[in-house]
């Protein structure tokens, strides 16, 4: 069974930068599409990025295009999230979640595999 580790996330001022990482342990993480979700206190969780298997296909939630960027590097078993321009509209709870197809999707029930998430806080 994986396990999803995340890492990455603290607190930062507003126009600064993040970059999370999920690492995963007890499988190889090449074998599934990987999900970035997020949720701030007292509202839903909310679809982040998904990256596919191979690592062509990237998909965003549009609040995050163009300022946050996903990638994986499978020999390394860990995929990363880059976050720029923070605001603090993106304070949440950062969770990176796995699902044993070749591309991922947005609705969180998809996913098979669920890290314990690090919290990102941006200050204005």
């Known amino acids: 069974q994986v396990q999803l580790v995340e890492s990455g996330g603290g607190p930062v001022q507003a126009g600064g930068s993040l970059r999370l990482s999920c690492a995963a342990s007890g499988g190889s993480l090449s074998m599934f599409a990987v999900g970035w979700f997020r949720q701030a206190p007292g509202k839903e969780r909310e679809f982040v990025s998904t990256?596919?298997?191979?690592?062509?296909?990237?998909y965003y939630e549009d609040s995050v295009k163009g300022r946050f960027t996903i990638s994986r590097d499978n020999a390394m078993n860990t995929v990363f999230l880059q976050m720029n321009s923070l605001t603090p509209e993106d304070t949440a709870v950062y969770s990176c979640?796995?699902?044993?197809?070749?591309?991922?999707?947005?609705?969180?029930?998809?996913?098979?595999?669920w890290g314990q998430g690090t919290q990102v806080t941006v200050s204005s």
């Open positions: 990256i596919s298997r191979s690592g062509d296909i990237q």
């Open positions: 979640t796995a699902r044993e197809r070749s591309t991922g999707g947005t609705e969180w029930k998809l996913y098979d595999y």
